[in-house]
């Protein structure tokens, strides 16, 4: 796509989430508000005539006779995915078991389209084979071909399997006959509801467990918050240690048979994109810093960067997912060094999207984050030794119910 209609897709993109989240007023914004507020009755409808569908076995629904765990949320971006799909990956690894990461890829290239047309009429052996972003040994695709957090979970994991395709059926039985997996974690999979006699991990972001209530458009939410019932485990994100009672008694009223894990987003250290050169987070302190980011909550991370003692003196957001260009970069750079920052950081995700650069005026530095398990413990490792289990003991019998009742 041309890179003007990106840039205008992504003001248009921008201008909507502000809308949502409240962040603009005025009668532009009232009128598309309202609007929004139509279709989000509209999208209802349909979210819950699709889980009647579903629940009552109409639509197709497969097992794949292997354990396979979502981890999803109700929600639109910002809670923590990747990091947890990460957590339970290299666990399960280190356990044994043979993994495989299915993400639908979003917004990585699509596949032509003759080749989706014609994959819709044919039997599903004989669909394009989902895309090999790494086979547990290599990198196989760039992030562009792949999407960022399947790019990201194949940079960081070793001996996993990540593979792409919105059919997650597909890729799941991709995984099993041709590397031998018996272990699949879905990356965001909550609404993928074609695989049954799975796991259900659902996140909760502490800071906005139902963002403004709201369903797509209108909102953040993709169902009603009463789906969390379906969760089989709880991850409460993003906790700093506070007491969290009150909102453990809200999910409860959704949900009254889930365990809790309470974590955090824990920084590691920061690495320089370009020469990999890895600092400790020391590096940030009274440090002069410009920032760019296209993420879904952008002010989460500055804020993070803050409290690890940099000075934020220039911020540039972009859309979540946005694909940099080199011009966009240099000028970001040029700004970044006329206010007098020493250096620029951005996050892990967003590092990938980084164009190749010849000259740069400031080093460019992610910060490395992984999650660290608050509360919770004791459940943590009750799921995980089930997960493990899972050959030996049929899931509808095993001992630890509830983490592992099946949908």
Not at 20 to 35: H, P, Q, S, T
Not at 251 to 265: G, T
Not at 295 to 308: D, M, Q, T, W, Y
Not at 376 to 387: I, N, T, V
Request: hydrophobic content about 40%; proline content about 6%; some cysteine.
């Amino acid at each position: 796509m041309p890179r003007s209609r990106t840039n205008r897709f992504d003001r248009i993109e921008q201008f909507a989430v502000d809308v949502i989240l409240e962040r603009r007023w005025g009668f532009r914004a009232g009128v598309f508000r309202l609007f929004l507020w139509v279709i989000s009755g509209l999208y209802g409808l349909i979210v819950r005539w699709r889980l009647w569908w579903f629940d009552t076995r109409l639509g197709s629904v497969h097992a794949l006779g292997c354990l396979v765990v979502s981890v999803g949320n109700l929600t639109v971006g910002g809670t923590g995915k990747t990091p947890v799909v990460e957590l339970f990956a290299r666990e399960l690894t280190k356990r044994g078991r043979k993994v495989a990461v299915l993400s639908r890829g979003y917004k990585s290239q699509p596949p032509p389209i003759p080749q989706r047309i014609l994959d819709l009429f044919r039997p599903l052996e004989q669909r394009r084979p989902p895309r090999v972003v790494s086979d547990g040994r290599s990198l196989l695709l760039d992030s562009e071909m792949a999407g960022d957090e399947p790019f990201m979970l194949a940079s960081n994991l070793k001996d996993v399997l990540v593979l792409v395709d919105k059919d997650r059926v597909k890729s799941g039985l991709h995984a099993i006959r041709k590397f031998d997996c018996d272990t699949l974690l879905l990356d965001d999979g909550l609404q993928f509801l074609r695989l049954k006699e799975r796991l259900d991990i659902v996140l909760v972001d502490s800071e906005s467990p139902f963002a403004n209530r709201h369903l797509l458009p209108r909102g953040l939410l993709r169902e009603p918050p009463e789906q969390l019932c379906r969760a089989n485990i709880i991850f409460i994100t993003k906790c700093d240690g506070r007491d969290l009672s009150d909102l453990r008694t809200e999910l409860r009223r959704y949900n009254n048979h889930a365990e809790f894990v309470e974590c955090a987003h824990k920084p590691l250290h920061l690495e320089e994109i370009f020469t990999h050169e890895i600092v400790p987070l020391s590096f940030l302190q009274d440090l002069r810093i410009g920032m760019i980011s296209g993420i879904a909550k952008p002010e989460s991370f500055e804020e993070g960067l803050r409290k690890l003692g940099a000075e934020l003196i220039y911020s540039r957001r972009y859309a979540d997912h946005h694909r940099f260009s080199e011009g966009e970069i240099a000028k970001m750079f040029e700004r970044s060094k006329a206010r007098g920052a020493r250096a620029v950081i951005t996050t892990e995700k967003d590092s990938v999207r980084f164009p190749r650069l010849g000259k740069r005026l400031l080093p460019v530095y992610f910060l490395r984050v992984e999650i660290e398990i608050i509360r919770g413990h004791d459940a943590f490792q009750r799921c995980l030794e089930g997960m493990c289990r899972y050959n030996e003991v049929p899931l509808d019998e095993t001992p630890i119910e509830p983490v592992l009742t099946p949908i």
